[in-house]
């Protein structure tokens, strides 16, 4: 954390537009933020562009390459490519979006209070903390997936949660950063309470480091989603999705490629998107993402 | 150096210990049984009772506890509730060949990565570092299953180089899974490879900035020996560690490329108990994926503290 991070009393919104124009002005951080955008541009109007129905199939389109009707063909069920495709992201969209912030406010209010209690909770906790990020996230998803089903009221927090965890360590290892300088000895001296310390002193000085964590887990968020609905835990059909769909067209591989081809395309471009915006936006707020491993 | 090795073993046992009473509480507090979880709504009367007796539900749980907790120390893992087979025969080949796929990915990725990050580092901002980085950026967030199914669409279906799917039984020697085992490999150290260049990247480009490595350009120190001998050896250090952190954080996507390959690992073995909802058999996978990170986690500890003195003495300072 450099001393620039540290003004509080800047203006929020002056800070972010600053933000916002230094990512844009880096080749990766443009490309990677139109990405995103447009994304979420095609999941939102999506329903009134697509040309066919998701679900309709029609039998003598079956696995057809790209065809005038069907631009980019049809399924092995005989439904529309492009009309999956640009559906496809929508639930996954949802999901990650709602979970993500779930995740990083709550990751991040723990682990900023572990940060400036410490002590003998603090070290209990981080055992229990280091003992689940131990443990593949594919198991501890599929677990609680496969007991609960697989319903978006239960992925979002279960995604949550678990995401949540690896939010503490980083928190806490933030909040160590800021906790032993002079600022903070003073609000405690001033007899500020807990709550106070957090909101005044400590979250103004972790927000850059929770915001890159929160793109970064985003993305890792997507990847965990469309893995899950590959693996066929995740949305359930005939729901369009990128993860299902490939899983779906991969057996048809060699005489339908675009099937696969399409959904790979999209799935790609948008985590590829997020984190271009991540890489830009850490370095934007000068914080070295690369030097932290994937926990 | 040896009391410090010992206190960092004991924190690693503490930890798999949690991970024992955290996996065993997980299945527990989850509605149902192993029996009813497995037997699912058909489970009653007298088949339930069996299943019951056979796993020996009825104790209390801490006893139950203990029981798996030391089965599993001496390297009994229990039954199965799917045919009530040894949890560690079924385990063992699948367990071998999960590191065989780990361990070549290794080999391949590992100093790939390192020579690359060095490159793209002293190399900043340059082509070949735009080129790398990019690239980087696209293998390592690209979900695996996205990754393999394009390789298997180019090498497999389209040029016909090598086999999309691994079809040598779970118990074969390694050498019979050549050249199946290459796409899944690729896969892998791809991904390996572009978090562990990042890493070495940026700590490159970090230790080449500090005052010492002026220092001795300005004393005169030729270029490449200022490289080799003063930059290179701080600059890896940090890397030890985090390729041990990518190594388990890769075990998530290990399991989604065994099912894409259709590859006779641990991971397949995972995703077949979960769909199974064989309780038993999960929860000693789950222990033992957790023990390989916690091994994984020390070697590389302990490889760092051996190869900086600095860090040894800063331990133990505190």
């Given at each position: 954390m450099t001393e620039t991070n540290l003004h509080r009393h800047s203006s929020a919104f002056s800070r972010l537009s600053g933000v916002l124009s230094d990512v844009v002005s880096r080749p990766s951080g443009a490309i990677g933020l139109f990405l995103v955008i447009f994304h979420i541009v095609l999941a939102l109007t999506s329903p009134y562009l697509v040309p066919f129905d998701y679900k309709e199939m029609n039998a003598s389109f079956m696995l057809s390459g790209p065809t005038s009707t069907h631009w980019l063909g049809?399924?092995?069920l005989g439904r529309d490519v492009l009309s999956r495709t640009l559906l496809g992201g929508r639930e996954a969209l949802l999901v990650t979006a709602i979970a993500t912030p779930i995740a990083v406010i709550w990751g991040g209010f723990v682990g900023i209070l572990l940060g400036l209690v410490g002590g003998r909770i603090d070290e209990v906790l981080m055992r229990i903390v280091d003992a689940f990020l131990s443990l593949p996230w594919i198991l501890k998803m599929l677990v609680l997936i496969v007991t609960f089903g697989t319903g978006m009221f239960v992925l979002i927090p279960t995604l949550a949660f678990f995401y949540g965890i690896p939010v503490i360590r980083i928190a806490r290892a933030a909040t160590h950063d800021v906790v032993a300088r002079d600022f903070i000895s003073a609000a405690r001296a001033r007899g500020h309470k807990k709550m106070t310390i957090i909101r005044r002193e400590l979250l103004p000085n972790v927000l850059d480091t929770l915001m890159v964590e929160g793109a970064m887990r985003w993305s890792w968020m997507l990847l965990a989603f469309s893995s899950l609905s590959f693996l066929g835990f995740g949305v359930s059909p005939p729901t369009p999705d990128w993860g299902l769909m490939i899983a779906d067209a991969r057996g048809f591989m060699s005489f339908a490629p675009v099937g696969v081809i399409a959904p790979v395309v999209a799935l790609s471009s948008l985590i590829i998107g997020i984190n271009l915006t991540a890489d830009s936006l850490a370095k934007a707020l000068g914080i070295d993402r690369a030097q932290k491993a994937p926990v | 150096m040896l009391n410090l090795f010992l206190r960092r073993l004991m924190l690693g046992i503490v930890t798999v210990v949690i991970v024992s009473i955290i996996i065993f509480l997980g299945v527990e507090l989850l509605p149902g049984d192993a029996c009813t979880a497995f037997l699912e709504r058909e489970a009653q009367g007298k088949l339930l009772e069996n299943c019951r007796n056979d796993l020996g539900l009825g104790r209390p749980a801490y006893e139950r506890y203990l029981e798996w907790a030391v089965g599993a120390a001496q390297g009994d893992l229990g039954i199965s509730a799917n045919g009530q087979k040894s949890i560690a025969d079924l385990v063992g080949h699948r367990l071998g060949n999960s590191l065989l796929l780990a361990l070549c990915a290794m080999c391949a990725g590992i100093p790939l990565a390192i020579i690359l990050g060095v490159v793209t580092g002293l190399w900043r901002d340059r082509s070949v570092d735009l080129v790398f980085s990019t690239s980087a950026i696209f293998a390592m967030t690209i979900p695996e299953f996205v990754s393999a199914t394009v390789l298997i669409l180019?090498?497999?279906?389209?040029?016909?180089?090598?086999?999309?799917?691994?079809?040598?039984?779970?118990?074969?020697?390694?050498?019979?899974?050549?050249?199946?085992?290459?796409?899944?490999?690729?896969?892998?150290?791809?991904?390996?490879?572009?978090?562990?260049l990042r890493m070495v990247r940026s700590s490159v480009i970090q230790v080449m900035e500090s005052d010492y490595i002026q220092m001795a350009t300005l004393?005169?120190?030729?270029?490449?020996?200022?490289?080799?001998?003063?930059?290179?050896?701080?600059?890896?250090?940090?890397?030890?560690?985090?390729?041990?952190?990518?190594?388990?954080?890769?075990?998530?996507?290990?399991?989604?490329?065994?099912?894409?390959?259709?590859?006779?690992?641990?991971?397949?073995?995972?995703?077949?108990?979960?769909?199974?909802?064989?309780?038993?058999?999960?929860?000693?996978?789950?222990?033992?994926?957790?023990?390989?990170?916690?091994?994984?986690?020390?070697?590389?500890?302990?490889?760092?503290?051996?190869?900086?003195?600095?860090?040894?003495?800063?331990?133990?300072?505190?």
């Amino acid at each position: 954390m450099t001393e620039t991070n540290l003004h509080r009393h800047s203006s929020a919104f002056s800070r972010l537009s600053g933000v916002l124009s230094d990512v844009v002005s880096r080749p990766s951080g443009a490309i990677g933020l139109f990405l995103v955008i447009f994304h979420i541009v095609l999941a939102l109007t999506s329903p009134y562009l697509v040309p066919f129905d998701y679900k309709e199939m029609n039998a003598s389109f079956m696995l057809s390459g790209p065809t005038s009707t069907h631009w980019l063909g049809a399924d092995h069920l005989g439904r529309d490519v492009l009309s999956r495709t640009l559906l496809g992201g929508r639930e996954a969209l949802l999901v990650t979006a709602i979970a993500t912030p779930i995740a990083v406010i709550w990751g991040g209010f723990v682990g900023i209070l572990l940060g400036l209690v410490g002590g003998r909770i603090d070290e209990v906790l981080m055992r229990i903390v280091d003992a689940f990020l131990s443990l593949p996230w594919i198991l501890k998803m599929l677990v609680l997936i496969v007991t609960f089903g697989t319903g978006m009221f239960v992925l979002i927090p279960t995604l949550a949660f678990f995401y949540g965890i690896p939010v503490i360590r980083i928190a806490r290892a933030a909040t160590h950063d800021v906790v032993a300088r002079d600022f903070i000895s003073a609000a405690r001296a001033r007899g500020h309470k807990k709550m106070t310390i957090i909101r005044r002193e400590l979250l103004p000085n972790v927000l850059d480091t929770l915001m890159v964590e929160g793109a970064m887990r985003w993305s890792w968020m997507l990847l965990a989603f469309s893995s899950l609905s590959f693996l066929g835990f995740g949305v359930s059909p005939p729901t369009p999705d990128w993860g299902l769909m490939i899983a779906d067209a991969r057996g048809f591989m060699s005489f339908a490629p675009v099937g696969v081809i399409a959904p790979v395309v999209a799935l790609s471009s948008l985590i590829i998107g997020i984190n271009l915006t991540a890489d830009s936006l850490a370095k934007a707020l000068g914080i070295d993402r690369a030097q932290k491993a994937p926990v | 150096m040896l009391n410090l090795f010992l206190r960092r073993l004991m924190l690693g046992i503490v930890t798999v210990v949690i991970v024992s009473i955290i996996i065993f509480l997980g299945v527990e507090l989850l509605p149902g049984d192993a029996c009813t979880a497995f037997l699912e709504r058909e489970a009653q009367g007298k088949l339930l009772e069996n299943c019951r007796n056979d796993l020996g539900l009825g104790r209390p749980a801490y006893e139950r506890y203990l029981e798996w907790a030391v089965g599993a120390a001496q390297g009994d893992l229990g039954i199965s509730a799917n045919g009530q087979k040894s949890i560690a025969d079924l385990v063992g080949h699948r367990l071998g060949n999960s590191l065989l796929l780990a361990l070549c990915a290794m080999c391949a990725g590992i100093p790939l990565a390192i020579i690359l990050g060095v490159v793209t580092g002293l190399w900043r901002d340059r082509s070949v570092d735009l080129v790398f980085s990019t690239s980087a950026i696209f293998a390592m967030t690209i979900p695996e299953f996205v990754s393999a199914t394009v390789l298997i669409l180019l090498f497999s279906v389209w040029l016909e180089w090598l086999p999309g799917i691994v079809l040598t039984p779970a118990d074969s020697p390694a050498s019979d899974f050549f050249p199946e085992i290459l796409l899944p490999v690729i896969v892998l150290a791809m991904v390996m490879t572009a978090h562990i260049l990042r890493m070495v990247r940026s700590s490159v480009i970090q230790v080449m900035e500090s005052d010492y490595i002026q220092m001795a350009t300005l004393k005169g120190v030729p270029y490449w020996q200022t490289v080799f001998r003063h930059a290179l050896p701080n600059a890896l250090l940090p890397a030890i560690n985090v390729v041990a952190l990518t190594i388990a954080w890769l075990l998530g996507g290990v399991v989604v490329i065994e099912v894409v390959f259709n590859y006779p690992g641990l991971g397949r073995m995972m995703i077949d108990a979960i769909s199974d909802r064989d309780l038993p058999v999960v929860q000693a996978i789950a222990l033992i994926v957790a023990t390989v990170y916690v091994c994984v986690n020390l070697t590389a500890d302990l490889m760092t503290m051996i190869a900086n003195p600095r860090l040894r003495t800063h331990y133990l300072r505190k």
